[in-house]
């Protein structure tokens, strides 16, 4: 699966695309047994299911902005049971980076992308933090400028500098 | 393996629960290990929302920090499973040399190269690995009046196709380090449940069901406290739960069992508070 990491750097435009390609077949694998259904905890309670959510990914009838996408909690409980390898969470995975590049990316995780970006860090060093660790007797959080430079160009070079975020 | 350490502190624990990093400071200085903390750190790029945004910018990402941390020939400590598992994973995926070949191509970039040779552990892994009677050696307060649940936390655990140390299916690693610290171990886990902590900033109703499911079991255990290596699982459970079971974070267990006081570690901040058992109010 690792190959496939790194693909997303090549994709230019997925707009309109609603299947995910399946290079290694993993999702052609999948014969609906429900065992990731029945391990999903978010599914139970009315969340992403993922049977459900191979097979529409397999047979292109997923559009990016369902929003179920970001229902899955990333347990990965499911990859961990399927006895197929579909590894159903690594495709929730890819099918989510698809929809963030179409522009389908959840408010709070776009948040926590500008603040990474802007900070290196995906919370915020707050006047509640500053106070906690001065009572704690911990030092302050500083970020160095060499570091957010190399922040700045590993992201350029990378899938999350193509991302649209709203403003 | 190497015995000296970065310690990789994340993001969650420094901005929002540094009371744990106080303790993890105390537990790894009481245990004598060397640690300091990771130059030129960033987010791991956490395993939920942004890694799976932009997958390849996690790899580099980590990658990075691992290039920085083999220049010192130290491994890298986690307090946190996102942390553990962002860095356990990436380093699984860099085993194939064409992908590190590629990823070194945007390292190359910023004057860096990784080699593939770093590690990398949880305090978890490092209570684990010291045995049973290198971690009692350090105890100094009776804790049996702790009565806890573990809760190992989806990503110390899962998937393990990432050649993750604890196993998918009845984990005991935390279990086994509660008890040698003194305190009761009143539940085991078999598959282990999420604390729905993955999406509690896209859905409440979602993420507090998962919450309330794996609470309910916990609290008919007859624990007076769940235990965690897990700082987001921590959070989930200090802050959100409806049922009032205070939760402690590993380190925050070591720390009391090695004599450090509640003040000391700041337990006042739980949201849900220990009481009588922890010695503090
Ligand atoms: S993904 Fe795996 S576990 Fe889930 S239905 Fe398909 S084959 Fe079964
Ligand atoms: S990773 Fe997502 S889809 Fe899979 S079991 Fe967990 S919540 Fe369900």
């Known amino acids: ?167 | 393996m190497s015995d000296s350490y970065y310690l990789f502190k994340g993001c969650l624990i420094p901005t929002r629960v540094p009371n744990l990093e106080k303790a993890s400071l105390i537990v790894l200085d009481a245990m004598g290990v060397d640690h300091r903390p990771l130059p030129g750190a960033t987010c791991c790029v956490e395993p939920i929302g942004l890694r799976s945004m932009a997958a390849d910018t996690w790899l580099v990402t980590v990658a990075r920090m691992l290039a920085i941390a083999e220049t010192e020939g130290r491994d890298v400590l986690t307090l946190c499973n996102g942390c553990y598992l962002s860095f356990q994973e990436a380093c699984h995926a860099l085993q194939d040399p064409a992908l590190l070949e590629k990823v070194n191509l945007v390292l190359s970039s910023l004057g860096r190269e990784y080699r593939g040779g770093v590690k990398v552990r949880h305090l978890l892994d490092l209570a684990h690995e010291k045995g049973e009677e290198g971690v009692k050696s350090h105890v100094r307060r009776d804790l049996s009046a702790f009565k806890v649940a573990p809760h190992s936390g989806c990503h110390v655990l899962r998937p393990s196709k990432a050649g993750l140390r604890e196993r998918a299916y009845a984990p005991r690693m935390l279990g086994d380090v509660a008890r040698w610290l003194g305190s009761t171990v009143v539940s085991e886990e078999g598959w282990p449940e999420c604390c729905g902590g993955g999406v509690a900033s896209i859905d409440d109703g979602v993420s507090t069901g998962m919450l309330e499911d794996v609470c309910s079991v916990y609290r008919r255990s007859g624990a007076t406290c769940i235990l965690t290596p897990c700082p987001f699982c921590f959070s989930q459970f200090d802050l959100r739960q409806k049922g009032g079971l205070p939760v402690l974070h590993l380190s925050e267990l070591m720390a009391l069992a090695f004599g450090a006081t509640p003040e000391e570690i700041g337990l006042r901040y739980h949201r849900t508070k220990l009481g009588p058992i922890s010695g503090s109010p």
Request: with cysteine; glycine share 8%.
């Open chain 1, 1 to 167: 699966m690792w190959q496939r990491l790194t693909e997303g750097v090549r994709i230019e435009s997925i707009g309109t695309e609603t299947n995910l390609p399946d290079p290694l077949g993993e999702l052609a694998r999948c014969h609906q047994c429900g065992q990731c259904a029945g391990v999903c905890p978010s599914q139970k309670h009315g969340g992403i299911k993922p049977a459900d959510t191979m097979v529409k990914l397999h047979l292109s009838l997923l559009q990016p902005n369902a929003p179920e996408l970001w229902l899955c909690a990333m347990c990965n409980s499911c990859t961990e049971r399927c006895q197929l390898g579909v590894s159903p969470s690594d495709r929730i995975q890819e099918m989510r980076g698809r929809a963030t590049l179409a522009g389908h990316c959840p408010k709070s995780f776009q948040e926590e992308a500008k603040l990474f970006m802007r900070t290196g860090l995906a919370f915020p060093n707050s006047g509640l933090t500053k106070k906690l660790r001065k009572e704690l007797d911990l030092d302050e959080l500083a970020s160095d400028a060499q570091t957010l430079n190399e922040l700045a160009a590993l992201v350029k070079a990378t899938t999350l500098g193509r991302v649209p975020l709203e403003r």
